[in-house]
Each structure stands twice: as C-alpha cells, then as structure tokens.
C-alpha cells in the first residue's frame, strides 16, 4: 500500500472553540473525542448524512498546547463560488477573513482565506483542478 496523507495536526489553545470554527466553516464532526478517556486530541472529519461506515480518509487533529508552531493553511473545496462567497462574507462579520474572495485562475481558482481562532489560515476554493489527486 502506497503511503497516504491521513491527517493534520493544529496546536489550539481552546477546543471547545476550535471545534465550533471547524464545524461552523469547514463542515467537519467529531470522529474521536479523546477527551472522554482524559486526554487532549480531537479528530474531526467529514460530516455524513447516515452515519459512519468507515472511518474518514482525512482528519484533522486537534491538539490542546500552546500554540507555538503554524503550518501555512489548511485547503478545503466547495461545490460553487456562492458557498466561497458565503463563508468570506461570514468571516468578515465575525472579524477573522484574511483574504476576500477573488479569481486567482490557472491552479488557484476562486479563492478566499479566512483565520481560525489561534491564526491559523484556512482557505475555501472553488473551481481549483483537483484531477489527478485521487488515489
């Protein structure tokens, strides 16, 4: 089996308030909660409408730590330029776009960034050539 990206991890200072951004913008649920068993991660994923078959192919785990280290951002895909538009226009309500929407063409797409609650960038395209990256 070819080696596989499987996960990212965030140092979040807040993960009640990191989950709620996560889910807010970004659609993602709860797949492991390891807080029930006192520890300090949260594995968010994909929502489903009927539940979980499978596990999901990509996480994001969230680390309660000091944040002290940031990767550049994170990259979702929405399905119109109207889903883009909503969440930047969102975001700026709330204080925390970065970048408005704009055409970046070639490889961009129509693109917009916005920052979760520690500063880490988040960006939602639409229109972004994603062919060729399935397994």
Same mark, same amino acid.
């Given at each position: 089996?070819?080696?596989?990206? @499987?996960?990212? =991890?965030?140092? &979040? ?6 989950? +709620? ?16 068993? !006192?520890?300090? @991660? ?5 929502? @489903? ?10 996480? /994001? ?5 000091? =944040? ?5 951002? /994170?990259?979702?895909?929405?399905? $119109?330029? +109207?889903? &883009?538009?909503?969440?930047?226009? +969102?975001?700026?309500?709330?204080? @925390?776009? =970065? ?11 129509? =693109? $917009? ?5 520690? !500063?880490?960038? &988040? +960006?939602? $395209? ?5 062919? !060729?990256?399935?397994?």
């Amino acid at each position: 089996m070819p080696v596989r990206w @499987t996960h990212v =991890v965030l140092k &979040v200072s807040d993960l009640d308030r990191s989950i +709620e951004f996560y889910r807010r913008f970004c659609g993602l649920e709860i797949v492991r909660d390891g807080r029930s068993n !006192g520890g300090h @991660t949260v594995w968010l994923g994909p929502a @489903t409408a009927s539940g979980r078959s499978r596990p999901p192919a990509f996480v /994001l785990v969230l680390y309660l730590h000091a =944040v002290d280290a940031r990767v550049d951002h /994170l990259g979702f895909q929405c399905d $119109t330029r +109207e889903e &883009v538009d909503r969440i930047a226009a +969102e975001a700026r309500r709330l204080g @925390t776009l =970065v970048e408005p929407p704009f055409e970046g063409g070639g490889d961009i797409g129509y =693109v $917009t960034q916005i920052q979760d609650p520690d !500063g880490h960038r &988040v +960006e939602f $395209t639409y229109g972004q050539p994603l062919a !060729g990256l399935e397994p």
